[in-house]
């Protein structure tokens, strides 16, 4: 048996990469689990390794042989994809194949393309967005506690929070869930645990800059300090600014180009449709020679830091006021 996991959200097929592993454990409490992981090793050893561990031995017991990143090795695509036919055509007995690969995949590639044809399951779990994601909000809620639910505008506040982050909503939710225990999550719930992700507070400092409100700049980054270790939140906003900026100038690039609506930027540079909408409202005040210079400033920054030559807070001060 030869299965196909893939997907560009992270979270849910490490979620059901455990839930085909526990299944494996549970039909067969004697067997075998095996993981070769390509993106650490893809060697030809290792790639002849990984496909001997799916021969059929002797003596052999039910094994669940899993391939992580198997589209890395570059040098070995062609052993690789010969090994899945052979497999698909033999079809061991006791001996299953899961091939994963985290993120969005090149359906030409020649490991991905035989996966897609000759695999007997394929699975691929892409970010949730609407209707599909408050459902998965109110199915994970119920795994807590059978009568745990949220209201609608609580709702809406959880997500617009944690915008495109999985994880991070998973985690809120296992805070709510803790808090509330069992009836209805509130608004005032909401409020009282979250505030805005890292990347939301970055993105407000930089539209703030855009139209030069330095000292508003400064305060969204200060509130988003508070509590925590300073030196800690300030590399997260560092580099959660060098991530943004680089998201903007391959935005600014587009638009540029002539692409003047959401969906056609998001089209060209693969960004999510609501990022670039977002990113819209203030594009016009950031040309790219703004946007280079800040995130070559950035990594001026970051290389001092890393030598001691630079405080984090100081660094962060600097950006915001040459940027």
Not at 105 to 117: D, F
Request: hydrophobic content about 45%; aromatic content about 8%; charged content about 25%.
């Amino acid at each position: 048996m030869m299965y196909f996991l893939h997907g560009e959200d992270d979270v849910r097929v490490g979620e059901r990469r455990r839930e085909l592993v526990d299944g494996f454990w549970k039909k067969y409490p004697a067997g075998e689990v095996q993981i070769f992981d390509f993106e650490d090793n893809g060697t030809p050893e290792a790639i002849r390794f990984a496909c001997s561990a799916c021969d059929p031995g002797l003596f052999a017991v039910p094994k669940l042989v899993i391939w992580l990143h198997p589209c890395t090795p570059k040098e070995g695509e062609a052993a690789l994809k010969d090994f899945l036919v052979r497999f698909a055509k033999e079809n061991p007995k006791d001996i299953s194949l899961l091939a994963i690969v985290p993120g969005k995949i090149k359906k030409t590639h020649p490991v991905a393309a035989t996966l897609l044809k000759k695999a007997d399951r394929v699975e691929a779990l892409s970010p949730l967005t609407g209707a599909a994601l408050e459902q998965h909000v109110l199915s994970v809620l119920s795994g807590f506690d059978a009568d745990l639910s949220i209201g609608r505008p609580a709702l809406a506040a959880l997500l617009k929070a944690t915008g495109d982050d999985t994880l991070r909503l998973k985690q809120e939710v296992a805070r709510l869930a803790a808090y509330r225990g069992t009836g209805m999550i509130t608004s005032e719930d909401v409020a009282l645990f979250l505030r805005p992700s890292v990347e939301t507070t970055v993105f407000q400092a930089l539209d703030a800059l855009s139209r030069g409100e330095r000292e508003r700049a400064l305060a969204v980054f200060a509130q988003e300090q508070a509590g925590d270790a300073p030196g800690d939140a300030v590399y997260g906003l560092l580099s959660m600014c060098a991530w943004q900026v680089r998201r903007l100038i391959e935005i600014r690039e587009a638009y540029d180009q002539g692409n003047r609506d959401s969906g056609s930027i998001a089209r060209v540079t693969k960004l999510p449709p609501f990022a670039v909408q977002n990113a819209l409202r203030s594009i016009d005040r950031l040309p790219l020679p703004r946007l280079i210079a800040g995130l070559s400033l950035l990594a001026d920054m970051d290389a001092a830091m890393k030598i001691g030559e630079l405080d984090p807070g100081v660094a962060l001060d600097t950006f915001v006021w040459k940027f």
